[in-house]
Protein backbone atom coordinates (compact mmCIF):
# COMPACT_ATOMS: atom_id res chain seq x y z
CA UNK A 1 0.00 0.00 0.00
CA UNK A 2 1.35 3.38 -0.70
CA UNK A 3 1.26 5.41 2.63
CA UNK A 4 0.00 9.04 2.67
CA UNK A 5 1.87 11.24 5.94
CA UNK A 6 0.66 14.51 6.46
CA UNK A 7 2.54 17.41 8.28
CA UNK A 8 1.60 19.06 10.61
CA UNK A 9 -0.90 16.71 12.43
CA UNK A 10 -2.46 19.98 13.70
CA UNK A 11 -1.87 23.21 13.80
CA UNK A 12 -3.32 26.88 15.45
CA UNK A 13 -3.58 29.84 12.66
CA UNK A 14 -5.24 33.10 13.05
CA UNK A 15 -8.14 34.39 10.59
CA UNK A 16 -5.88 35.76 7.87
CA UNK A 17 -2.81 33.56 8.24
CA UNK A 18 -1.31 31.45 5.30
CA UNK A 19 -1.52 28.14 6.46
CA UNK A 20 0.54 25.28 4.40
CA UNK A 21 0.00 21.55 4.52
CA UNK A 22 2.06 19.19 3.05
CA UNK A 23 1.48 15.70 2.00
CA UNK A 24 3.93 12.77 1.16
CA UNK A 25 3.54 9.59 -0.60
CA UNK A 26 5.89 6.95 -0.31
CA UNK A 27 6.40 5.92 -3.80
CA UNK A 28 5.97 8.50 -6.94
CA UNK A 29 2.16 8.82 -7.43
CA UNK A 30 3.05 11.53 -10.25
CA UNK A 31 0.53 13.92 -9.72
CA UNK A 32 -2.66 11.55 -8.82
CA UNK A 33 -3.34 13.04 -5.34
CA UNK A 34 -6.69 15.11 -4.09
CA UNK A 35 -7.32 17.54 -1.30
CA UNK A 36 -10.27 17.34 1.02
CA UNK A 37 -11.72 19.46 3.94
CA UNK A 38 -13.76 17.92 6.08
CA UNK A 39 -15.93 19.41 8.65
CA UNK A 40 -17.38 17.05 11.87
CA UNK A 41 -20.63 15.93 10.90
CA UNK A 42 -20.29 16.58 7.31
CA UNK A 43 -19.32 14.86 3.93
CA UNK A 44 -15.67 15.66 2.96
CA UNK A 45 -15.49 18.20 0.24
CA UNK A 46 -13.12 18.00 -2.42
CA UNK A 47 -10.75 21.29 -2.86
CA UNK A 48 -8.22 20.79 -4.94
CA UNK A 49 -7.92 17.11 -7.65
CA UNK A 50 -4.81 15.91 -9.86
CA UNK A 51 -2.22 17.81 -7.35
CA UNK A 52 -3.32 21.66 -8.50
CA UNK A 53 -6.71 21.70 -9.97
CA UNK A 54 -9.23 24.09 -8.22
CA UNK A 55 -12.90 21.92 -8.07
CA UNK A 56 -15.46 24.10 -8.94
CA UNK A 57 -16.65 26.27 -6.09
CA UNK A 58 -13.89 26.20 -3.83
CA UNK A 59 -12.79 29.60 -3.10
CA UNK A 60 -9.29 30.88 -5.15
CA UNK A 61 -7.81 31.22 -1.73
CA UNK A 62 -7.11 27.08 -1.85
CA UNK A 63 -4.39 26.01 -4.18
CA UNK A 64 -2.71 22.67 -4.67
CA UNK A 65 1.36 21.97 -5.43
CA UNK A 66 3.65 19.40 -5.97
CA UNK A 67 4.06 16.02 -8.11
CA UNK A 68 6.25 12.51 -7.72
CA UNK A 69 6.13 11.98 -3.51
CA UNK A 70 5.49 15.84 -2.59
CA UNK A 71 2.87 18.01 -2.31
CA UNK A 72 1.25 21.17 -0.95
CA UNK A 73 -2.02 22.73 0.20
CA UNK A 74 -1.44 26.44 0.47
CA UNK A 75 -4.45 28.48 1.99
CA UNK A 76 -3.82 31.98 1.30
CA UNK A 77 -5.98 33.72 3.57
CA UNK A 78 -7.43 32.09 6.73
CA UNK A 79 -10.98 32.22 6.86
CA UNK A 80 -13.19 31.81 10.11
CA UNK A 81 -14.85 29.09 7.05
CA UNK A 82 -11.59 27.07 6.95
CA UNK A 83 -11.34 25.86 10.48
CA UNK A 84 -11.36 21.94 9.78
CA UNK A 85 -9.97 19.18 9.17
CA UNK A 86 -7.66 18.50 5.60
CA UNK A 87 -7.16 15.21 4.22
CA UNK A 88 -5.07 13.80 1.29
CA UNK A 89 -5.45 11.46 -0.55
CA UNK A 90 -3.56 9.01 -3.55
CA UNK A 91 -5.74 7.60 -6.65
CA UNK A 92 -2.35 6.27 -8.40
CA UNK A 93 -2.92 2.97 -7.61
CA UNK A 94 -5.46 0.74 -4.98
CA UNK A 95 -5.89 0.23 -2.35
CA UNK A 96 -6.96 4.35 -2.59
CA UNK A 97 -5.31 5.95 0.40
CA UNK A 98 -5.66 8.92 2.76
CA UNK A 99 -3.28 10.94 4.77
CA UNK A 100 -3.58 10.91 8.27
CA UNK A 101 -5.47 14.33 8.24
CA UNK A 102 -4.11 17.86 9.41
CA UNK A 103 -6.62 19.54 11.65
CA UNK A 104 -6.47 23.29 11.35
CA UNK A 105 -7.45 25.25 14.57
CA UNK A 106 -8.52 28.62 15.76
CA UNK A 107 -5.24 30.53 17.79
CA UNK B 1 -27.26 17.15 -9.02
CA UNK B 2 -25.68 14.18 -8.10
CA UNK B 3 -27.09 13.02 -5.14
CA UNK B 4 -26.03 9.97 -2.73
CA UNK B 5 -27.64 9.02 0.52
CA UNK B 6 -26.92 5.59 2.57
CA UNK B 7 -28.97 3.96 4.87
CA UNK B 8 -29.35 0.57 6.77
CA UNK B 9 -29.08 -0.32 10.56
CA UNK B 10 -27.20 2.04 13.23
CA UNK B 11 -26.28 -1.16 15.43
CA UNK B 12 -24.94 -4.59 14.50
CA UNK B 13 -23.84 -7.23 17.10
CA UNK B 14 -20.64 -8.29 16.87
CA UNK B 15 -20.06 -11.23 14.71
CA UNK B 16 -22.78 -10.39 12.75
CA UNK B 17 -23.10 -8.89 8.96
CA UNK B 18 -23.45 -4.99 8.32
CA UNK B 19 -25.27 -4.30 5.47
CA UNK B 20 -25.89 -0.60 3.85
CA UNK B 21 -27.11 0.70 0.80
CA UNK B 22 -25.99 3.99 -1.06
CA UNK B 23 -29.33 5.23 -3.51
CA UNK B 24 -28.02 7.45 -6.12
CA UNK B 25 -29.86 10.26 -7.89
CA UNK B 26 -29.47 12.42 -10.43
CA UNK B 27 -26.49 9.88 -11.99
CA UNK B 28 -26.70 6.24 -14.02
CA UNK B 29 -24.10 3.16 -13.17
CA UNK B 30 -24.66 1.84 -16.79
CA UNK B 31 -22.28 5.05 -17.71
CA UNK B 32 -19.40 7.16 -17.01
CA UNK B 33 -15.95 6.52 -15.74
CA UNK B 34 -17.33 6.97 -12.37
CA UNK B 35 -16.13 4.10 -9.35
CA UNK B 36 -18.88 3.93 -6.88
CA UNK B 37 -17.06 3.98 -3.91
CA UNK B 38 -17.01 3.19 0.25
CA UNK B 39 -15.00 4.93 2.41
CA UNK B 40 -15.10 4.31 6.36
CA UNK B 41 -14.07 6.88 9.05
CA UNK B 42 -13.94 5.07 12.50
CA UNK B 43 -14.60 7.44 15.16
CA UNK B 44 -10.93 9.89 16.11
CA UNK B 45 -9.50 8.65 13.03
CA UNK B 46 -9.01 9.03 9.54
CA UNK B 47 -10.94 7.91 6.37
CA UNK B 48 -10.31 4.51 5.00
CA UNK B 49 -11.38 3.38 1.59
CA UNK B 50 -12.95 0.27 1.59
CA UNK B 51 -13.56 -0.62 -2.30
CA UNK B 52 -15.05 0.64 -5.21
CA UNK B 53 -17.28 -1.31 -7.80
CA UNK B 54 -17.25 0.31 -11.58
CA UNK B 55 -19.77 0.66 -14.21
CA UNK B 56 -18.52 -2.17 -15.93
CA UNK B 57 -19.07 -4.19 -13.00
CA UNK B 58 -15.41 -4.66 -11.85
CA UNK B 59 -14.57 -4.31 -8.38
CA UNK B 60 -11.49 -3.85 -6.06
CA UNK B 61 -11.28 -4.17 -2.34
CA UNK B 62 -9.23 -3.08 0.24
CA UNK B 63 -6.77 -5.72 1.13
CA UNK B 64 -7.26 -5.59 4.67
CA UNK B 65 -10.96 -5.83 4.40
CA UNK B 66 -11.31 -8.02 1.35
CA UNK B 67 -12.38 -11.69 2.99
CA UNK B 68 -14.84 -10.21 4.70
CA UNK B 69 -16.51 -7.46 2.45
CA UNK B 70 -18.89 -7.15 -0.55
CA UNK B 71 -19.92 -4.15 -2.85
CA UNK B 72 -22.85 -5.35 -5.47
CA UNK B 73 -25.02 -2.96 -7.82
CA UNK B 74 -29.18 -3.02 -8.27
CA UNK B 75 -28.92 -1.35 -11.40
CA UNK B 76 -32.97 -1.31 -11.32
CA UNK B 77 -33.15 0.23 -8.03
CA UNK B 78 -30.22 2.86 -9.21
CA UNK B 79 -28.44 1.49 -6.08
CA UNK B 80 -25.25 -0.07 -4.38
CA UNK B 81 -24.25 -1.94 -1.41
CA UNK B 82 -21.62 -2.80 1.16
CA UNK B 83 -21.86 -5.96 3.22
CA UNK B 84 -19.22 -6.81 5.59
CA UNK B 85 -19.35 -9.86 7.64
CA UNK B 86 -17.91 -11.07 10.95
CA UNK B 87 -17.75 -7.51 12.45
CA UNK B 88 -16.36 -6.53 15.13
CA UNK B 89 -16.05 -3.29 17.52
CA UNK B 90 -13.01 -2.56 14.91
CA UNK B 91 -15.65 -2.18 12.32
CA UNK B 92 -17.78 0.76 13.80
CA UNK B 93 -17.51 3.82 12.33
CA UNK B 94 -19.29 6.29 9.80
CA UNK B 95 -19.28 4.98 6.44
CA UNK B 96 -19.44 6.88 3.61
CA UNK B 97 -20.55 6.46 0.07
CA UNK B 98 -18.97 8.53 -2.92
CA UNK B 99 -18.71 8.73 -6.66
CA UNK B 100 -15.28 8.58 -8.10
CA UNK B 101 -14.90 11.02 -10.58
CA UNK B 102 -11.78 10.60 -13.47
CA UNK B 103 -9.29 12.84 -14.91
CA UNK B 104 -6.34 12.21 -16.58
CA UNK B 105 -6.21 8.73 -15.83
CA UNK B 106 -6.79 9.52 -11.87
CA UNK B 107 -10.14 9.74 -9.66
CA UNK B 108 -11.26 11.68 -7.14
CA UNK B 109 -14.41 11.53 -4.69
CA UNK B 110 -16.89 14.67 -5.98
CA UNK B 111 -20.10 13.28 -4.78
CA UNK B 112 -20.21 12.04 -1.42
CA UNK B 113 -23.14 11.15 1.02
CA UNK B 114 -24.17 12.25 4.74
CA UNK B 115 -22.26 9.50 5.77
CA UNK B 116 -24.03 6.42 8.54
CA UNK B 117 -23.08 5.67 11.88
CA UNK B 118 -22.69 2.01 12.31
CA UNK B 119 -22.54 1.15 16.07
CA UNK B 120 -20.91 -2.83 16.65
CA UNK B 121 -22.13 -3.74 19.47
CA UNK B 122 -23.60 -6.24 21.68
Known amino acids: DIQMTQSPSSLSASVGDRVTITCRAS??????LNWYQHKQGKAPNLLIY???NLQGGVPSRFSGSGSGTDFTLTISSLQPEDFATYYCQQSYTTPWTFGQGTKVEIK | QVQLQESGPGLVKPSQTLSLTCSVS??????????WTWIRQPAGKGLEWVGR???????NYNPSLKSRVTISVDTSKNQFSLKLTSVTAADTAVYYC??????????????WGQGSLVTVSS
Open chain 2, 53 to 59: IYSSGSI
Open chain 2, 98 to 111: ARADSFMAGYHFEY
Open chain 1, 27 to 32: QSITRY
Open chain 1, 50 to 52: AAS
Open chain 2, 26 to 35: GASFSSGDYF
